[in-house]
């Protein structure tokens, strides 16, 4: 069985489409689309389940699920979460980085001050947040920074073996 963090939420499974067993799908990859790229799909828990066939449907997606066969199958796997197995997404090579890679990763500015650690990732429209929690003895009395996270501009490096982001912040605002 694999571990909670060997995995990552791609979609979820929305209503039935129809009789016939085939659902509505709630993508969250970068192209809606993108999802279909990955299989197996685990649903429930480590139960694995492929995608027989899948079209767009106005502005939304359904597909077909194998074992799925009926509006009531349909139904029992409703909001179920897609999920697949980190080993399953692209490698980013050295450049790229997950937002699930940031996810507890030290921030250093480029004076060497320690900010804290990263608590949380996510987009506010513009650009990547990185949410971070500052250390108890934050000698500005900051509780948590928001830093956006824009390379050349405020991220200089990810060192990723190291889990360190050097940033250029300042450590007072």
């Known amino acids: 069985m694999s571990q909670a963090s060997d995995k990552v939420v791609v979609g979820k499974i929305g209503a039935p489409y129809g009789v016939k067993g085939w659902v509505k799908i709630n993508s969250y990859t970068e192209t809606p689309d993108g999802i279909f790229d990955y299989a197996p799909w685990l649903l429930s828990g480590d139960k694995e389940y492929h995608v027989d066939q899948w079209r ?16 009531d199958d349909a139904e029992r796997i ?10 399953q997404l692209p490698d980013l090579g050295d450049e790229g980085v997950y937002w699930r890679e940031l996810t507890g990763m030290k921030v250093m500015t480029t004076e060497g001050y320690d900010l804290g650690v ?13 949410q971070v929690k500052a250390n108890l003895n934050d000698a ?6 928001l830093l956006p996270f824009v390379f050349d501009e405020v991220v200089h ?4 073996e190291q889990k360190v982001i050097t940033v250029d912040w300042d450590p007072g605002f």
């Open 118 to 130: 990263v608590r949380e990732v996510f987009n506010n429209g513009a650009n990547d947040v990185i």
């Open 78 to 87: 409703k909001n179920l979460d897609i999920t697949i197995l980190t080993s």
């Open 157 to 160: 490096t990810v060192d990723k």
């Open 56 to 71: 767009f449907h106005g502005k939304s997606m359904v597909a077909k699920i194998q074992g799925v066969e009926t509006r």
């Open 140 to 145: 500005y009395g900051q509780k948590e920074r």
